[in-house]
């Protein structure tokens, strides 16, 4: 029986992530918080090292059940996938994903799938005003490249929520006051 949450945070760029997870690193007890860009590498050899490394990954998150630690992750192979359908990178990545996330499912964690998203789309110009920051060239900064995101990130909550009911699937509109979308966090996952 799980004892621990998993929580994946995804999102476009300019939707919030880097703050949410922050707070949900510092606010529940015993929780590691991790980071991930996925590959870099868009061509069909991409698909291999991005395979290997999400498999990886849920191996080790299969070794953290049970163990009383809060898992948060800042993207995971949500974003490979979500890149892939917009046409980012010159492989598809679906039939990875379906089993990762069939994999993902039956991890023995109390699990929610996060997608923060701007409800006022047009927010995302300011939030992404990033000079001096490395830019993924396969997706660079734009409003309109996190308008797709979004959209699809959206799209793929549905299907996950209806595919995987143990799934807790939430959709956070991330462009309110920082209090009352950290309060509602609060309430879904009950801390």
Known sequence: MANSKLIVVEGPQGAGKTTITDFLRHSLSYTNLYRLCGTSDSTPTGKKKAEDMYVDLLEYMKKMENKSINLVFDRT??????????????????????????????????????????????????????????????????????INQQRMYLKMAEEIKEKYPNINVVNIANDRELDVVKKEIREIIGF
Not at 109 to 130: G, K, M, P, Q
């Open 77 to 146: 192979f949500f974003t490979e996938e979500n890149y892939c359908r917009l046409g980012k990178k010159e492989y598809s990545f679906t039939d990875v994903y379906e089993k990762l996330l069939e994999d993902f499912s039956k991890l023995d964690f109390e699990t929610y799938y996060i997608t923060l998203y701007l409800s006022d789309e047009s927010l995302y110009n300011e939030r992404l005003n990033r000079e001096g920051k490395a830019v993924f060239q396969g997706s660079k900064f734009e409003a309109s490249n996190s």
